[in-house]
Structure formats: structure tokens, C-alpha cells
């Protein structure tokens, strides 16, 4: 049984058109049953529109809490029959209103290689600290700022001449990748937590050592 998929953005949703473009081509076991936004203006809302996904607008009130705005996500989710949530492009912070809703079933995905950058603003940050890789990952939501128990990564060299638009580009495409398959592998039932560590059952192959600069052999 695939995963019935709630999905939250606040942007144009080019993560939400990877997951959209993997459940139609047959590599991602759903459906994204709803696509929510806080803003009302987001691209990601048409993304659900064209492709016929219902699309629902939870806008923040500023003059409630946090955890009110959560149930009325929560409320949504459940009414379109959700059991994953994943943010994509999501630019709140969840309270455990949604987390105790979903428990170990929210995910998100993060424009580096967490632990280290978390926030936002990332690759600008990566840059300055002269750091030689950088990447994004998917990992389970927790209270915490991109802090959850991680699921996959992958790397993106960062160059000399790079900037946070071109730095970001080159992540982006890894997160269109990485995004469906972290899914997938919970859509399979292979993702088990153990301590801080996600464990993938059966194991798949990590790839070679990378080097930046280049290592002399």
C-alpha cells in the first residue's frame, strides 16, 4: 500500500514537481491526496492545480499561536485522508501539533549537509565558511531547526568561483532526486530509527569517496 501524501509549501514548489513527476512515472508508491500553502500566492498551488491534486490555503493569523495554526493543518490533512506529510519548500516551523498527528511520518528536505547550515541561507553560508562540499538532505521532522534523524544525503562540491545562486542550483537538482527516494524507501516500509541513525533495510550501496581538490593517487 503506497503513501497517501499531504504535501506543505510556501514557494514555487520545484521540490512538490519532483514528487508529482516520481508518483506519475511510476517511482514513487502514492498520491499526493492534498498540496497546502500559508501563502496564498505560491506557485506550488498551481503546480497541484495543473496536475488535478486538490489544493487547500492555510494561512498564518498572526494574532494566534502557532499550535492553533497547526491543527487547522492538521484538520486539512486528515480530512483528505493524509499519512505522510512533506515539506517542501514549507517556511514555518511545525509545533508537535502536527507531529504528534503524523508520529515519525513528517518529512523535509534542507538545502545542506546537516548537522552542519541549518536555517536558512544556506549556501551563502557554506561559501563563506570555506567549506569544500556542501549538499542537501532529507530527514524526519522534530522540534528542532532541522535537527530530525536523517534519512539520505547527497554531496555537491562547492567552487572556487561559486556563488549562493549557482551553489544552490547544482543542490537543487540533487533535491529532486533525493526527495522521491527518501519517500519511496518509506513507502517500502525500509526506514527503521535506531538512536539518532536511520537504518535503510536491506542496505543499498553508498557511493565512492569524493575529494575536493582532487587527490593525487
Known sequence: MGLKLG???S??????QSIINAVKEGRLDGEIAVILSDNPEAYALERGKLSGIATEVVELDRDST????DE???AA???HGVDTVALAGYLLMVTPVLLDAFPLRVINIHPALLPSFPGTGVQQDAIDHGAKFSGCTVHFVDEGMDTGPIIIQAVV????DDT???LGARILREEHRIYPQALQYLAEGRLK??????????????????????VSS
Open 11 to 16: 514557494g514555487s514548489g520545484s521540490n512538490l
Open 66 to 69: 502557532r499550535e492553533a495554526h
Open 72 to 74: 487547522k493543518v492538521v
Open 7 to 9: 504535501v506543505i509549501a
Open 77 to 79: 490533512l486528515k480530512k
Open 193 to 214: 530509527i535506531v538512536g539518532r541513525r536511520v537504518v535503510l533495510d536491506p542496505q543499498s550501496p553508498a557511493s565512492g569517496t569524493l575529494h575536493n581538490p582532487a
Open 164 to 166: 549562493a545562486k549557482t
Open 157 to 160: 562540491p562547492i567552487r572556487d
